[in-house]
């Protein structure tokens, strides 16, 4: 059974640091890999998905990277800002279609 | 375009009352899945439906859960005799089903509290 694991569950740092978010996977036999990202009492947004076979993806600020056979992902979002407080998930299907499995998310807070 | 809808976005209930909760998908995507968001659980898969295959029912906790899709587009979860454990965010999403992305978009979310 896949199980996905996101550390720390909670993270503060001020304006301008860059952000470093990890999720790990037992079972490498993914499909792919989305982080998300989730305002309180909102839905998900999808922020980046990552092709089993890419090593790394990249939208503006924000740059993830997978290594599938260890199991690992990392969220960077360069030079954070207020506006990118939120809670970050990562999650993972086994094949093409499947359901999600979610990791617990890291809730940041980034102060002004 | 528009994304995922769902309605209503806030429900609250008395114990032992079915509630019915809806889903919209994107237009055009032929894979539409439901979760549920409770403070103890995380996110967790309860149904998914991929255009006319049966749908993948793992995930429901027991048999007061219930969803079907008609015409391939809305889905409608519905749950039973609800019981305060019921009690969390009901997310749906949906994806294409087509190509090598399979990227779910997730709709806001319904609000479910059962007294």
């Known amino acids: 059974k896949q199980e996905v694991t996101q550390i720390p569950a909670a993270l503060s740092v001020p304006e301008g640091e860059n952000l470093v978010l990890n999720c790990s996977f037992t079972d490498s036999a993914i499909y792919n890999l989305q982080w998300f990202r989730q305002d309180p009492g909102k839905g998900l947004t999808s922020l980046l998905l990552?092709?089993?076979?890419?090593r790394e993806q990249t939208s503006g600020r924000l740059n993830a990277s997978l290594d599938k056979s260890s199991g690992r992902s990392t969220l960077y979002i360069a030079a954070s800002q207020p506006g990118d407080s939120a809670t970050y998930l990562c999650?993972?299907?086994?094949?093409?279609?499947?359901?999600?499995?979610f990791g617990g998310g890291t809730r940041v807070l980034v102060k002004p | 375009g528009a994304g995922v809808s769902q309605s209503p976005s806030n429900k609250v209930t008395e114990k032992g009352k079915d509630v019915e909760l809806r889903c919209d998908p994107i237009?055009?995507?032929?894979?539409l899945y439901w979760y549920r968001q409770s403070l103890g659980q995380g996110l967790e898969f309860l149904i998914y439906f991929q255009g006319n295959s049966a749908p993948d029912k793992s995930g429901l906790p027991s048999d007061r859960f219930s969803a079907e899709r008609t015409g391939g587009s809305v889905s409608t979860l519905t749950i039973q005799r609800t019981q305060q454990e019921d009690s969390a965010v009901y997310l749906c999403?949906?994806?294409?089903?087509?190509?090598?992305?399979?990227?779910?978009?997730f709709g806001p979310g319904t609000r479910l509290t059962v007294l």
């Open positions: 990552i092709q089993s076979s890419q």
């Open positions: 237009s055009g995507h032929t894979a």
């Open positions: 999650a993972v299907p086994k094949a093409a279609g499947n359901k999600l499995t």
């Open positions: 999403a949906s994806s294409s089903g087509r190509g090598n992305r399979n990227e779910q978009f």
